[in-house]
């Protein structure tokens, strides 16, 4: 019946956004504001319907209802109950069941909290959400229903695959979804505005806060997966230039550079066709993204070529998205007037360079993603492209780009002063000189381009710091009054801030995680000790424990540094029987922002186990870093000229009108 | 400055910056790919010594022999010719001498090839998707190697839900 029921409301839910998808149209032709109103009751209640179809299937899960293909494929009844609700979206169909999900959230906020946008505007904006939804509620329920089920009930489930097992699968998918698809809603807005022809600053003061949120979300999310990588794999990398990793870090590319030139829209009305072609690149690349991950063609072209449903059906949402959307740019986005002048070298100018190096970069990302797929599909040769080639392309790049970033909020709108920037950043220079002395010293020569990279790195975090102790004038005005002035000082000055430091740290963590790393790899056995970065780590012994559906062994390391013991460390080796499969799960000793790792490999006849034991240096600098950059987007997002809803002074909201 | 020579500035900068990038791919493309071969390409093509490439076959069963300090040396097959490879370091999870391997790195004056990277999928049921391919081609595939690859396909595709558990599918020691 639960299963009845979701597939149902699945199915009602499609029928509501087919209605959303036109009837609001219709209304904007005819000016009426009933039918546009449509759109709203339209929205929500899609809304309720795709969370009553994600309960049923979450309550799937949770009974372990076996005789649905989605539960006895993904579940096991002796799963710990937390892993039975994440397995909801650890696979295809409930995956996408959570993107559509996400995809109605965001349509029931624009909805909720849109009462202040003109009509037509919202009308325009919820029915192009509606095409989304429409295509995926489709792409579900013809090609990927969670909700079939089977002839014959087994009596035990397939067990969920044991990496996902772990607390990672409960936060990353969510947080990485709410941010790919969030990115929707600036697509929306931008199609809607193109369909309209005309885009006022009202329209970015509105994207703004939505692609804000929604890059908060997708920097934590892939923070997050990385991290999780991390911890789960066992091997010590936190990034591996994935396919799949890279269909999340080119939204991000792209959403960062969305970001600021919705900044340059909204303060000066100049970039309003690159903003808006960005916002369509934007969501593009995270359908081009769902594409890469739920098509199966990174798997294999072949497996691709046999079974093409899913694999083609998004191709076809793909393509008529990015190129519907991309042919109404190209007809409509010459009628759009051009805005504010600005010098090459002003606040704007520095925007225009951030951009032009972030979506350069995410082109080469997208060239390395792409091209072993391109070539193996045209002559069939198979190459890989991995790290060495992201080394060389995506890192030249960034380099100039977080030179610019403490120059950036230093120059003036309009016409800036780029000798006058430089001086202010005088001190943030020499902190990040000092910085390059010291490594240089302390790591006696070495590596020559870690102190190099360090010290850029210090000159970010400088420039950030610089930026808010000259607003806030802490030097040169008494403290009280500096206080005040930081109270005062707009919310989104202190979010940029922390997001171009989390930048600077985020780098840190990077380099000394990649020059400084000391890698252990050996056979040990009871009683046998071994020195890794001056830490004295002794193998206590072996023990076979059991869990709940797995058996694991363990091992026992006290780890010791100049004779004073400091911990013990357990990491273990997990077999789950289901399966047959086994996971490694890797013990953590954080040391300040350094961290020890050991993972075990295989037990070896003569009853010894190989061993890998890892010092990470500033390795939580990494994830600490895009935190702080998620943070300063909440800061920014809290502000109350952006806050997501907040209500417009009625002042604000008669001018806003009075320029439709 | 005029409007056109403000325009034309940024379009200059935009072409520089495009240019530099260009340039960047297409240098990183001819120096950092790697390419795939099978056994049998191997001994065709006459690869020389030191051309970094990926190695994929079967591990013959019989050919792992276990040497001091980590050292492996195992034979990898493809039911035409045998590669003898040396490898030094951790092997994945799910290496067994009968099963598929991927090995990178490049062969040696004396024509055994030295790996420094072997991958593996975490997956009772794994068919390196290159092995598979290159085995069909061949001839030499066998129907359980297609139930297997059939059964991977679906959870390995289906399971990989983001990318924090993409690495998963594909893992390896270095």
Redesign the interface.
């Given at each position: 019946m639960i299963a009845e029921s979701g597939h149902y409301a699945l199915v009602l839910a499609l029928a509501l956004a087919l209605i959303q998808s036109t009837v609001p149209l219709v209304g904007a032709r005819l000016r009426d504001p009933a039918l546009m109103n449509v759109a709203r009751s339209a929205a929500v209640g899609q809304l309720l319907f795709v969370l009553m179809s994600f309960a049923a299937l979450v309550m799937l899960h949770i009974i372990s209802d076996f005789s649905v293909a989605n539960v006895f494929?993904?579940s096991h009844s002796l799963k710990p109950l937390i892993y039975k609700i994440t397995g909801v979206?650890?696979?295809?169909?409930g995956?996408m069941l959570l993107w559509v999900s996400i995809l109605a959230l965001f349509g029931g906020l624009v909805a909720l909290f849109g009462q202040n946008l003109p009509l037509s505007l919202r009308a325009h904006v919820l029915s192009v959400q509606a095409w989304i939804a429409s295509a995926f509620y489709l792409f579900i329920l013809i090609t990927s229903n969670p909700f079939t089920r089977i002839a014959n009930p087994p009596i035990e489930g397939r067990d969920?695959?044991p990496?996902?097992q772990d607390i990672?699968?409960a936060v990353?998918?969510p947080m990485?979804y709410l941010g790919y698809v969030g990115f929707s809603i600036s697509f929306s807005f931008a199609v809607a505005a193109l369909i309209e022809g005309r885009i006022d600053p009202a329209w970015a003061r509105w994207v703004r806060p939505w692609t804000l949120l929604a890059w908060t979300f997708l920097t934590l999310?892939?923070a997050?997966?990385?991290y999780?990588?991390y911890y789960?794999?066992?091997?010590g990398?936190w990034w591996?230039w994935?396919?799949?990793?890279n269909?999340?870090l080119m939204p991000w590319l792209a959403g960062t550079a969305l970001l600021h030139s919705a900044l340059v829209m909204e303060k000066r009305n100049a970039l309003k066709v690159w903003t808006i072609l960005l916002s369509i690149l934007t969501f593009s690349l995270s359908l081009l993204g769902t594409f890469l991950?739920r098509s199966?063609v990174l798997?294999?072209v072949?497996?691709f070529a046999t079974?093409p449903t899913r694999g083609v059906f998004i191709l076809v949402i793909l393509c008529l998205f990015i190129g519907g959307s991309l042919t109404l740019f190209a007809g409509r986005a010459s009628a759009l007037k051009q805005g504010g002048?600005?010098?090459?070298i002003s606040r704007e100018g520095a925007l225009?360079?951030n951009n032009?190096?972030l979506t350069?970069?995410c082109?080469?990302v997208f060239?390395?993603t792409l091209?072993?797929l391109a070539l193996e599909v045209l002559t069939g040769?198979?190459?890989?492209?991995?790290a060495?080639?992201f080394n060389?392309?995506f890192a030249?790049?960034f380099v100039p780009l977080l030179i610019a970033v403490p120059f950036g909020p230093m120059l003036a709108w309009k016409r800036g002063d780029l000798l006058g920037a430089a001086q202010r950043l005088l001190a943030a220079a020499g902190a990040g000189l000092a910085a390059i002395a010291l490594v240089w010293a302390w790591t006696r020569g070495g590596a020559v381009l870690a102190p190099l990279a360090i010290g850029l790195a210090v000159f970010v975090i400088g420039g950030a710091v610089t930026d808010l102790v000259e607003r806030i004038g802490l030097f040169s005005v008494p403290l009280a009054t500096a206080a005040r002035r930081a109270r005062g000082l707009p919310r989104s000055v202190w979010g940029s801030a922390f997001a171009h430091a989390g930048l600077g740290i985020a780098l840190i963590g990077i380099v000394c995680e990649t020059t400084w790393n000391t890698e252990h790899?050996?056979?040990m056995k009871a009683g046998d000790s071994v020195n890794v970065a001056g830490y004295e780590l002794k193998l206590e012994g072996l023990t076979p424990r059991p869990g709940p559906n797995y058996r694991e062994l363990a091992a026992s390391f006290s780890v010791s540094l100049d004779g004073e013991p400091l911990s013990v460390m357990t990491p273990s080796k997990r077999t789950f029987t289901t399966?047959?499969?086994?996971?490694?799960e890797a013990a953590l000793l954080r040391r300040g922002v350094s961290q020890l790792y050991i993972s075990l490999?295989?037990t070896t006849p003569d009853d010894a186990i190989?061993v890998?034991i890892y010092h990470k240096p500033m390795v939580l600098l990494i994830w600490f870093g895009p935190v702080l950059m998620a943070f300063g987007g909440l800061l920014s997002l809290s502000d109350r000229r952006l806050r997501v809803g907040a209500p417009r002074p009625a002042k604000a909201l008669r001018a806003m009108q009075a320029a439709e | 400055m005029t409007r056109k020579q403000r325009r034309l500035t940024m379009i200059g900068g935009a072409l520089a910056v495009l240019a530099v990038a260009a340039a960047l791919v297409l240098n990183a493309l001819r120096d950092s790919i790697v390419f795939f071969s099978t056994p049998t390409m191997v001994a065709e093509k006459h690869v020389g010594p030191g051309t970094r490439f990926r190695l994929g076959g079967l591990v013959q069963p019989g050919s792992l022999v276990r040497g001091d300090d980590l050292a492996v040396r195992f034979q990898v097959a493809d039911g035409g010719a045998k590669l003898p490879v040396a490898y030094k370091g951790l092997l994945p999870d799910l290496f067994r001498e009968g099963q598929g391997v991927v090995a990178e790195g490049a062969l040696d004056g004396s024509g055994v090839f030295r790996a420094d990277t072997v991958l593996a999928k975490h997956d009772e049921t794994y068919m390196p998707k290159d092995v598979a391919d290159a085995l069909k081609k061949q001839g030499h595939w066998k129907d359980d190697y297609g139930a297997k690859a059939g059964a991977d396909a679906k959870p390995s595709g289906g399971a990989v839900a983001s990318q924090g558990a993409a690495p998963s599918a594909e893992g390896a020691t270095r």
């Open positions: 494929e993904n979206w650890g696979n295809h169909e995956s969920l695959n990496v996902l990672g699968l990353h998918p990485l999310g892939i997050m997966g990385s999780w990588a789960e794999l066992g091997w990398g591996f994935d396919p799949v990793e269909a999340s991950v199966g798997t294999s072949h497996a079974d002048i600005f010098a090459p225009v360079l032009l190096l350069t970069a082109a080469t060239i390395g091209y072993p040769a198979k190459i890989s492209v991995g060495p080639f060389l392309t030249p790049l790899i050996g056979t399966r047959g499969m086994s996971t490694t490999g295989d190989v890998r | -």
